[in-house]
């Protein structure tokens, strides 16, 4: 169950990247305002960035509760490991889409990354009931 931990990890720490590309595609970045500093940039990768931010810490919970409900499920470790780094992968790719102002290709990497977590969840269901 290594894998899937450290994807929970990633997975945590992606965030923090979309916020690190968005803070430096912005002029003169303000820490004492960040949110203000945002609003009143132009830059239109500071925004997209931004959004994957947000976007990458509302997937979190559920993601992480999905490895969690099918590894306490009994569900067999590698579908976990095998939907835990296609989890990742999808958002990783999400982000770099996001930034890219590749709307389409961001969806299907959103929809794909959902699905991992709808797998892992029912998985864990069925396995329970």
């Known amino acids: 169950m290594t894998i899937p931990y450290l994807c929970i ?7 923090y990247i979309w916020v690190t590309i ?8 303000d820490n004492r305002d960040p949110r203000g500093w945002l609003a009143q940039q132009d830059n239109a990768r500071a925004h997209r960035a931004n959004a994957a931010q947000l976007n990458g810490f509302e ?48 969806s299907l990497s959103w929809f794909l990354g959902f699905f991992c977590v709808l797998a892992l969840m029912g998985m864990a269901i069925a396995r329970v009931a």
Request: glycine share 8%; aromatic share 14%.
């Open 59 to 106: 997937t979190f919970p559920a993601f992480a509760a999905a490895v969690l409900m099918a590894q306490f499920a009994g569900v067999d470790h590698a579908r976990i490991t095998w939907l835990a780094i296609g989890f990742v992968v999808f958002r990783v790719l999400h982000g770099v889409f996001y930034v890219g102002n590749r709307h389409q290709m961001r």
């Open 22 to 29: 968005a803070k430096a595609a912005g002029d003169k970045y």
């Open 9 to 15: 990890l990633i997975a945590a720490l992606l965030p």
